[in-house]
């Protein structure tokens, strides 16, 4: 299995609509057996970049998912409405749906790009300050619970 990168990047999306990743999310990319990948949005907010098999994962959860079905289908619709398959080019660049980034207001904008939980996520300035600020209100208490419960 190859190991996403770990830590914040700044990124730009260009006036084409594609994000020039940072050299570390290239590599992670270019050692993909399957180099599809899938651009959307869950929430309308943020946008991720799934690697293709691990998009499979997600519809096949959505499919088996009984406990609220509207739930499911709503983030499936989100998904579906924004989203648009891609690969990375030779440049490193993933284009990003038209609907996608007027949706998100990344147009031609520098965005910051992060993996979490088997994903990229990409956050237009204006929401990573407002999640910076969020998470730092409350840092101490939050490391403090989390070291209580094992964190190292």
Do not use: C, H
Not at 27 to 54: G, M
Not at 81 to 89: F, N, T, Y
Not at 132 to 143: G, I, L, M, S
Request: overall charge neutral; glycine content about 6%.
């Amino acid at each position: 299995m190859v190991e996403p990168p770990r830590g914040m990047y700044p990124a730009r999306l260009d006036d084409k609509g594609r994000v020039k990743l940072p050299a570390p999310f290239q590599q992670f990319f270019a050692a993909l057996r399957e180099k599809k990948l899938f651009v959307t949005s869950l929430d309308r907010r943020i946008a991720q970049i799934y690697p293709i098999a691990a998009w499979r994962e997600n519809e096949r959860f959505f499919d088996g998912y009984r406990e609220d079905p509207r739930i499911a289908r709503n983030v499936a619709f989100n998904a579906a409405d924004l989203g648009a398959e891609s690969e990375m080019d030779a440049q490193g660049r993933i284009l990003f749906s038209p609907e996608l980034r007027r949706e998100l207001g990344i147009e031609n904008q520098p965005v910051k790009v992060f993996a979490y939980r088997g994903r990229i996520e990409v956050l237009s300035e204006k929401l990573y300050e407002e999640r910076k600020r969020e998470a730092a209100q409350t840092a101490a208490d939050d490391v403090s619970k989390l070291e209580a419960a094992g964190l190292n």
